[in-house]
T-cell receptor
Framework: EAGVTQFPSHSVIEKGQTVTLRCDPI?????LYWYRRVMGKEIKFLLH????????ESGMPNNRFLAERTGGTYSTLKVQPAELEDSGVYFC?????????????FGSGTRLTVV | QKEVEQNSGPLSVPEGAIASLNCTYS??????FFWYRQYSGKSPELIMF????GDKEDGRFTAQLNKASQYVSLLIRDSQPSDSATYLC????????????FGTGTRLQVFP
C-alpha cells in the first residue's frame, strides 16, 4: 500500500510569492489532515477534510492559506502571498477512522522556506 | 501553559538501558494518547497508542497512562542506537475535535 505522498519535498520562494503544496492520501482514506511545524515549535494542526468537505479549519493561520480537496482525493494547500513566518515543514496525514481511534499516517512533509 | 508538555532533552542513555520518556497534558477529558517517533528530516511515525489507564506493551515499547495525574509515558527497553530520534507525545483532546495536540518532543540519544 502506498503511503501518504507529498510534494514538493522542498520549496524555497521569495516573500510575496505563491506556493502550492500537494498531498496524496492513502487510497480509501476519507480523513485528510494538514499540520505544520515551525522551527523550534510543536507540530500544529491546520485543518481536517472528510472527503471533499472541510470538517475543521480552526488551525489555519489566516486567509493567506487556502486548502482544497477536489473530489475527495488529493489535497492542495496554497499560500498566497507567502510571508517569512510561513517557513516550516508542512505535513499531511490521512486515516480511515477518526483521529482518536488509531492516530494516522503522516507524509514525509514539504519543507517551505520563505526568503 | 502548554497543552502538551515534554522535556526537550536530550535524554542520553547507554545501549541496553531503559529509556523513559514523559509527557503531561492539560485537558483532563482527553481520551486517546499517541507516541510518535521522528528521525531527523523524516516524518513522524506512530509507534504506540493508549486509551486506558495502566500499561500497554508492544515489543520493547511500553506506554503508561495515568489520567488522574494527566501523565503519559513511554518506556523503551533494551535501547538501541537506532532508537535515537525525537519522540513526540500527541493527545486527542476532548470536545469532539478530530485533531491531535502535539508536544515539542524529547530527543533521545542512545550511545553504544
Amino acid at each position: 500500500e502506498a503511503g501518504v505522498t507529498q510534494f514538493p519535498s522542498h520549496s524555497v520562494i521569495e516573500k510575496g510569492q505563491t506556493v502550492t503544496l500537494r498531498c496524496d492520501p492513502i487510497s480509501g482514506h476519507d480523513n485528510l489532515y494538514w499540520y505544520r511545524r515551525v522551527m523550534g515549535k510543536e507540530i500544529k494542526f491546520l485543518l481536517h477534510f472528510v472527503k471533499e468537505s472541510k470538517q475543521d479549519e480552526s488551525g489555519m493561520p489566516n486567509n493567506r492559506f487556502l486548502a482544497e480537496r477536489t473530489g475527495g482525493t488529493y489535497s492542495t494547500l496554497k499560500v498566497q502571498p507567502a510571508e517569512l513566518e510561513d517557513s516550516g515543514v508542512y505535513f499531511c496525514a490521512s486515516s480511515q477512522a477518526s483521529t482518536g481511534v488509531y492516530g494516522y499516517t503522516f507524509g514525509s512533509g514539504t519543507r517551505l522556506t520563505v526568503v | 501553559q502548554k497543552e502538551v508538555e515534554q522535556n526537550s532533552g536530550p535524554l542520553s542513555v547507554p545501549e541496553g538501558a531503559i529509556a523513559s520518556l514523559n509527557c503531561t497534558y492539560s485537558d483532563r477529558g482527553s481520551q486517546s494518547f499517541f507516541w510518535y517517533r521522528q528521525y531527523s528530516g523524516k516524518s513522524p511515525e506512530l509507534i504506540m497508542f493508549i486509551y486506558s489507564n495502566g500499561d500497554k506493551e508492544d515489543g520493547r515499547f511500553t506506554a503508561q497512562l495515568n489520567k488522574a495525574s494527566q501523565y503519559v509515558s513511554l518506556l523503551i527497553r533494551d535501547s538501541q542506537p537506532s532508537d535515537s530520534a525525537t519522540y513526540l507525545c500527541a493527545v486527542n483532546f476532548s470536545g469532539g475535535a478530530d485533531k491531535l495536540i502535539f508536544g515539542t518532543g524529547t530527543r533521545l540519544q542512545v550511545f553504544p
